[in-house]
């Protein structure tokens, strides 16, 4: 930059000039020049890495991401299927599960599990599986019954809920077959296949009744827990127990043995408060609940009023 008096040389940012002594007035700075940036590489999942700008891409670019497991989550909560888009709201303790339908499109549910619906959607309740179907249900502690929603004339919107306070986690089956506690099951695609199958005689001594669920196909699986939903994974041959009443789901070809939680015996089972629990060989995936919905109703036992009789007894006195 030159001197506008005297074109002499000027030194940066002067305020004077060194050769006549002009005042200068501030001058607007130079504008940088415009920034450019290389064009973003093109994600090519399953093909060779693409070489932008002359650098080599880092390791591992352009693979598709590893698998987090067998059960399959939607790290957002959301997602869609045949038909249909879901979402799961107030994650936690109380989470809700949104279903959102297109016409003629439906959710087959666990009976009860109905939270609200769009007024256009139609309810249809049924016995799965016939009389003999209906009678599996009811012996495994479910309901008989297993409702149908669709929406009729236009898109609809369902919401799902378990009964007690816990988290609900979307699963994307991709022609797989998972075991589910039958408590956990909450909905699911309709293309899905439910069936009721026997969990071994020892299982009813667990308390969770003679039966288990086995959940096949490909769509939207909802399960529900008491507390939160842990995930563990078993290398192969890996060893595993868990509580009974803490199971939610496991891969269906993992082989497990009911026994009691002491392998010493029944009383030593009895005396460390543990019941009945499944040993699982590897490999595989387990969803574990992290609390237990009979341990926390022996919790709350004692603060019931007392059946036994009236009067004077020893039982609660409300109002008193």
């Known amino acids: ?7 002499a040389p000027l ?21 940088p020049p415009p920034y450019n940036p290389p064009p973003a590489p093109t994600p090519n ?16 670019y352009g693979a598709p991401p590893p698998a987090s497991g067998a059960f399959n989550f939607d790290a957002d909560g959301r997602g869609q299927g045949r038909g249909y888009t879901w979402a799961i709201e107030h994650q936690g303790a109380f989470a809700l599960a949104v279903v959102n339908l297109q016409a003629e499109q ?64 979307g699963i994307e089956m991709q022609n797989q077959t998972f075991m589910v506690q039958s408590s956990s099951y909450l909905a699911g695609d309709t293309s899905l296949v439910v069936d009721t199958k026997f969990g071994g005689a020892k ?40 509580d009974t009443g803490h199971l939610v789901a496991w891969e269906g070809h993992m082989q497990y043995n009911l026994r009691k939680a002491a392998k010493s015996g029944f009383f030593r089972s009895f005396l460390s408060g543990e019941g009945m629990v499944a040993e699982f060989n590897g490999p595989g995936e387990i969803l574990i609940q992290t609390r237990n919905l009979a341990a926390f109703a022996g919790l709350l036992k004692p603060f019931f009023p007392s059946q036994g009789g009236s009067g004077g007894g020893g039982g609660f006195s409300f109002g008193s």
Not at 219 to 237: D, E, M
């Open 203 to 242: 299982s009813f001594f667990g308390g969770e009744g003679l039966f288990v669920l086995q959940v096949s196909g490909t769509g939207l699986l909802l399960v529900s827990s008491f507390g939160a939903i842990h995930r563990k994974t078993l290398r192969p041959g890996e060893q595993y127990v868990v």
């Open 1 to 7: 930059m030159n001197c506008p008096k005297c074109n």
């Open 106 to 169: 439906a959710i087959a549910a666990e009976a009860g599990a109905m939270v609200s619906m769009s007024a256009n959607i139609d309810l249809h309740s049924e016995m799965k599986g016939g009389i003999f179907g209906a009678l599996k249900r009811a012996v495994g502690g479910e309901s008989a019954f297993v409702s149908t929603f669709t929406a009729r004339g236009g898109p609809g919107e369902v919401t799902f809920a378990p009964g007690a306070p816990g988290d609900v986690a």
């Open 11 to 31: 030194l940066p940012n002067a305020k004077f000039c060194g050769g006549c002594g002009f005042t200068l007035q501030n001058q607007p700075a130079a504008a």
């Open 45 to 60: 999942y399953g093909g060779q890495p693409q070489n932008v700008g002359g650098q080599q891409p880092p390791p591992g």
